[in-house]
Nanobody, 125 residues
Framework: QLQLVESGGGLVQPGGSLRLSCAAS????????IGWFRQAPGKERERLSY????????YYADSVKGRFTISRDNTKNTVHLQMNSLKIDDTGVYYC??????????????????WGQGTQVTVSS
């Protein structure tokens, strides 16, 4: 079965850190751009970060720039999102997605080949 599986979510206090992982099953990630997205209650899905297939190029949304870091280890078929200085507004379900083709500089969500099931991140005191 071809799938992405996110892990690492949880409950954290404001200012804390979490490290999310996105692991592929049934296929290798090294040919894909990987993106992280967030959906908060009552809000549209928001793109947060992308990493190119080789890891040399990244993108960060303004809302997470300087606080989140995306990385990949193609030998372990995994992509990580290190999240520091977390804020209450970072609460939501976090998803990873894999893209093999797209139009534009970075992919749009509807261009994804695979999505994970999501992992909940709750930032609360």
């Amino acid at each position: 079965q071809l799938q992405l599986v996110e892990s690492g979510g949880g409950l954290v206090q404001p200012g804390g850190s979490l490290r999310l992982s996105c692991a592929a099953s049934g296929f290798t990630l090294d040919g894909y751009v990987i993106g992280w997205f967030r959906q908060a209650p009552g809000k549209e899905r928001e793109r947060l970060s992308y990493i190119s297939s080789g890891g040399s190029s990244t993108y960060y949304a303004d809302s997470v720039k300087g606080r989140f870091t995306i990385s990949r280890d193609n030998t372990k078929n995994t992509v990580h999102l290190q999240m520091n200085s977390l804020k209450i507004d970072d609460t939501g379900v976090y998803y990873c997605a894999a893209f093999s083709a797209w139009i534009g500089e970075w992919p749009a969500p509807d261009e994804a080949d695979y999505w994970g099931q999501g992992t909940q991140v709750t930032v609360s005191s």
